[in-house]
């Protein structure tokens, strides 16, 4: 049964619940209301908020006296005069000036002995990161080496007699008259007879290259006295000259007892001009970490520790014809070494040196005769400054490409002319700042003749320490860390390396790993378990690069539909076809444009224009070049195409980007597209870089530019001192 009470409430609640819960709402609203009411109001009106406002600014924008803020300051807070006048007090301390580095010490003072606590552990060697590649060609001056890889020597006395020889044989061509040696002119009488090499016999106009018998001229002694002095800048550095025998043989004499060679007289190496192919890689190398490791692992103060780099190992892959890549090969890092090893001239980096360690980390740039650099530094570590020219440099000639051309690609774009990669160079005798005597170029010595990159001022290739005895300073425990190699205290260090060992028209895919010295090697101060037998420590591979692809050394790229002539030989299904053809023994491309139709061979022989770089200045010359290729036209299609007749408004015809199908000699067919080649922008600077040769060396004269720049004191750049 249920509560009366209950039922009776549950009634009441369901007639009346609104009225009190309303009733209740409105004893509040009128409670609170009260309340707000009788509360006093502000005194304070808009008006007088807004001139407050102004009078504010008022003060703020009137001059006032520091004497006389400085009196209110001291008034209002009741602050002595003597303490409110700090700036004059600290302009007095100001005055003499304590830097705390000038009493730092570069080591800590103590340092730790063996014992419990300090043994040496396990070094753990990280991966760089960011790998990148690109692929290049171009044309270099290399030391020439023999078959057991060692330069070549020469003899200046017998080379500039050579030289001298062969001038004589030029000249000895029957001469007209009012010239050659007459009086009162510019002959061995006339007013420019105490010049040697500027009117001897065969001269006979102003720097015309003369030659008596064996005699010296002013330039070849000039060039000579220039590798001489070359060459004694090269013998200061620990590693000069030579080849990887001569700096293993550094290494084994940087004992305590080691007997320096006698420096003897100066020596000259022949060089030659050769043509390169190359990969260049770039990657980011994360120093700091590395130093922490290497300071945890050997027990001392971060502030000491510097690993000891060796080098950078490289493997890669190959594409094959059915799309699959080859097995993982280790390249070679000797046969590419002859060529980075041996440069008579660096190109130059526009990063900052203390985060290239040359040598080991880095390998130096060729300076290119012809070519251009591309991604040979990451972006992350070239200063924004360096990465554009200032406006006023901007019509500098810089060869191929220009500076500006390039500078904006340097950064994994491309670099078109590094720093005057090119010849014509209205910066031709700046780069001899840089030192070595060469325009343009960095002079260099194998194993650290640049002073670029160079930490301390050494680049030593060995462990850092007298490895010969076995133990590297035993007990010393951390004191190795002075030895003489690269260091850098940068957070992040460059890592380049340049594959010279590629083949033409191939695919590859590369990954690489970082090599150190172990600083635990022939060790007893470790803790068990730690390697002490392995001289090296390897980190893991990096992640491999995107596919990168050498040019063929005959590039073929499609550039539209062959233009309708009047011959009737003239095939209307014909294609135009830009071959541009790379030559090997200087590095030259050649550049020429040719029609094939369906079933004939695309390109022929064909006198060309070219510049031989084969002498001490570059000539340009017109002879028979073979640009055949083997590649077969299968068939084509594009150009102009007629539409039927739907109306005035419509155009007779319409244009069809033009594409082709040759057929390879392996089989292979290949598909050009006019749309994607007449963009590329690799087939764009080729075709520019050519004509821009032309233009700059079809002025010049072989005979007289030369000896011109001579007379004036300037060189052509490249042109000094070649053998």
């Known amino acids: 049964m249920a509560n009366q009470f209950v039922e009776g409430f549950k009634s009441f609640a369901l007639s009346h619940g609104e009225k009190v819960a309303v009733g209740v709402g409105c004893a509040t609203f009128m409670t609170l209301s009260f309340l707000a009411l009788s509360k006093e109001k502000f005194p304070i009106k808009p008006d007088e908020v807004k001139e407050a406002a102004i009078q504010a600014q008022t003060n703020l924008n009137r001059d006032q006296d520091d004497e006389q803020v400085l009196e209110v300051i001291t008034v209002e807070n009741g602050v002595d005069n003597e303490q409110a006048r700090f700036e004059e007090k600290f302009q007095k301390r100001e005055s003499v000036k304590v830097t705390a580095a000038d009493f730092q010490v570069p080591r800590p003072w103590l340092v730790q002995e063996p014992g419990a606590g300090v043994m040496r552990d396990n070094l753990k060697v990280i991966p760089p990161t960011k ?363 460059m890592v380049r390396y340049l594959d010279t060992s590629v083949d033409p028209e191939t695919t590859y895919r590369y990954r690489i790993r970082v090599v150190l010295y172990n600083p635990n090697y022939g060790r007893e101060d470790v803790l068990p378990g730690v390697d002490t037998a392995s001289l090296e420590l390897f980190s893991d591979w990096s992640e491999p690069t995107e596919p990168i692809t050498v040019p063929a050394d005959l590039a073929i790229h499609l550039v539209g539909a062959a233009p309708v002539s009047g011959n009737p030989r003239d095939r209307k299904d014909a294609m135009t076809y830009q071959l541009s053809l790379w030559d090997e023994s200087y590095g030259v491309t050649i550049v020429r444009d040719f029609n094939a139709a369906p079933g004939e061979i695309v390109g022929k022989m064909e006198r060309t224009r070219y510049a031989d770089y084969s002498g001490d200045t570059v000539e340009v010359q017109t002879v028979p070049i073979d640009f055949a290729s083997d590649k077969l036209m299968l068939d084509g299609f594009g150009g102009s195409v007629a539409m039927p007749d739907l109306g005035d408004r419509l155009p007779p015809t319409f244009e069809l980007p033009p594409i082709a199908f040759l057929l390879a000699a392996d089989g292979r067919i290949i598909i050009r597209e006019a749309a994607n080649d007449g963009s590329d922008p690799n087939r764009i600077e080729m075709k520019k870089s050519y004509y821009r040769e032309l233009q700059e060396n079809g002025k010049k004269s072989k005979s007289t530019m030369m000896d011109f720049m001579g007379m004036f004191g300037e060189e052509d750049r490249g042109a000094g001192g070649r053998n």
């Open 131 to 493: 790998l990148r590649g690109a692929a290049g060609r171009g044309g270099a001056w290399v030391y020439a080496l023999d078959a057991r890889g060692n330069r070549i020597e020469i003899d200046p006395e017998a080379e500039a007699a050579k030289k001298a020889e062969e001038e004589k044989k030029k000249s000895s061509r029957p001469r007209s008259s009012g010239v050659g040696g007459r009086p009162g002119m510019m002959g061995s009488s006339g007013m420019m007879a105490g010049m040697d090499g500027m009117g001897g016999p065969g001269s006979g106009m102003i720097g015309m290259p003369g030659a008596s018998g064996a005699t010296e001229s002013a330039r070849q002694k000039r060039e000579r006295e220039e590798a001489e002095r070359r060459d004694q800048e090269r013998r200061a550095n620990r590693f000069t000259s030579g080849s990887r025998a001569d700096l293993k043989k550094a290494e084994n004499n940087a004992g305590d007892n080691a007997t320096p060679e006698p420096a003897g007289p100066p020596k000259s190496y022949k060089e030659e001009l050769r043509g390169l192919r190359w990969v260049v890689l770039t990657a980011l190398f994360d120093n700091d970490q590395q130093r922490e490791l290497w300071a945890n692992a050997l027990k001392i103060e971060k502030s000491m520790a510097y690993p000891n780099y060796k080098e950078v190992q490289v493997q890669r892959q190959a594409l094959r014809l059915d799309g699959t890549w080859s097995n993982w090969q280790l390249v070679d890092n000797e046969r590419n070494r002859r060529v980075t090893d041996n440069l008579p001239e660096e190109d130059v980096d526009f990063s900052d040196p203390s985060v290239r360690l040359t040598g080991t980390l880095v390998d130096r740039l060729p300076f290119l005769r012809v070519g251009f650099w591309v991604g040979s530094e990451p972006g992350e570590l070239v200063p924004d400054e360096a990465k554009t020219l200032p406006k006023n440099n901007q019509n500098l000639g810089m060869g191929y490409g220009g500076m500006m051309d390039g500078m904006g690609l340097m950064m994994g774009g491309g670099r078109p002319g590094g720093m005057m990669s090119g010849p014509g160079s209205a910066m031709g005798s700046a780069g001899m700042m840089m030192g070595g005597g060469r325009p343009g170029g960095m002079m260099s010595g194998p194993g650290g003749g640049s002073m670029l990159g160079m930490m301390d001022g050494m680049d030593d290739r060995g462990p850092g320490m007298n490895m010969s005895s076995g133990m590297g300073m035993m007990g010393m425990g951390g004191l190795d860390q002075a030895a003489n190699y690269p260091k850098s205290d940068q957070e992040t260090v």
